[in-house]
């Protein structure tokens, strides 16, 4: 933590969408079913990654090691949860939609 004002330092950008309402819309627009499995690039506080769960498969993906830990605990199995820099992992070998890449969004 900084010193200065007690904040964690981050070296990377994060904003949360945690809106129930705006994430179940944004989901409502999409063509993701249950047999689909969805790719998650930072998971964060887990809004998104638990609402995409109750719809389909999630791989999701989350660098911050203490997000990662608050949020373990609290997927369901529809979710597999991994630790790291998105970029250094390789890509799943299924087919597979990224949220919300796949759905045209007019909210």
């Not at 627009?29 to 047999?35: P, R, V």
């Not at 930072?42 to 109750?54: C, N």
């Amino acid at each position: 933590m900084s010193e200065k004002n007690g904040k964690k330092p981050y070296s990377i950008s994060q904003n949360f969408l945690t809106s129930r309402k705006i994430i179940n819309r944004l989901i409502s627009k999409t063509t993701i079913s249950q047999n689909d499995t969805v790719l998650e690039i930072g998971a964060g506080k887990g809004h998104i990654t638990k609402a995409l769960s109750e719809k389909c498969k999630v791989l999701s993906y989350e660098i911050d090691y203490e997000l990662y830990l608050k949020l373990k605990p609290q997927i369901n199995g529809n979710v597999r949860l991994y630790c790291g820099d998105f970029l250094k992992f390789a890509l799943p070998d299924i087919p597979y939609k990224v949220f919300p890449d796949s759905a045209e969004l007019k909210l």
